[in-house]
Structures are given as C-alpha cells and as structure tokens.
Nanobody, 116 residues
C-alpha cells in the first residue's frame, strides 16, 4: 500500500486548499479512506472519512460545513476540499486507507498552515 498526499501549503484565514492523496497497491474501490490531522503538541485526530463507494461520509464537528471529502475510484485518488480555513486548521494532514483485510496504511502527510 502506498499513499502520497499533496496540495498543502500556506494560506490566509478564510482561504481554501484542496488536498489530494494518490493511492496504489491495493483494491482502492473497496477501501475506506480518511483524512486525519495532527497539530504540534496534539494527538492525531480524524477530520473526515468516506466509504468505498463514496456514499457515506463523516466529518469532525470543527470542520463540518467547511471541508468536503471525495474520491475518484477511476483514478485511485481521494481529496479534501478545505474552505473558510482558520488558524486552528493548521496541522499536518494525513490520508489513510483501510483495506478489506482491515489493514490501515498512512501517507507521509502534507503541511497546512493557515496564517496571515
């Protein structure tokens, strides 16, 4: 399993970013996918999740209405559209995949910094 995140960077409060995660090495369309984040000095927390078929999504309360998780099973990609970004969204963002064998793998993360 190989996951590679991209799309992070520096953005001003109120701005938007779209994170991408390219996946390979497993049956993508049957895997549950998530985005997590970890801020300095804090534990890693779940941001959003999406089911294999993309029908079911969940979001952490702090990002509801601002972030959208999506997937493209034809391209083996998962995305996180982040709008109305706040300084408290600053963190390293990780995608993860849980296969039908219930094995979870992680990408290396991408830094998102929200600051003036």
């Amino acid at each position: 399993v190989h996951l590679v995140e991209s799309g992070g960077g520096l953005v001003q409060p109120g701005g938007s970013l779209r994170l991408s995660c390219a996946a390979s090495g497993f049956t993508f369309s049957r895997a549950g996918l998530t985005w997590h984040r970890q801020a300095p000095g804090k534990e890693r927390e779940l941001v959003a999740s999406i089911s294999g078929g993309g029908v079911t999504t969940t979001y952490a309360d702090p990002v509801k209405g601002r972030f959208t998780i999506s997937r493209d099973n034809t391209k083996n990609m998962v995305y996180l559209q982040m709008n109305s970004l706040k300084p408290e969204d600053t963190a390293v963002y990780y995608c993860s995949a849980t296969t039908i064998a219930r094995v979870t793998s992680w990408g290396q993360g991408t830094q998102v910094t929200v600051s003036r």
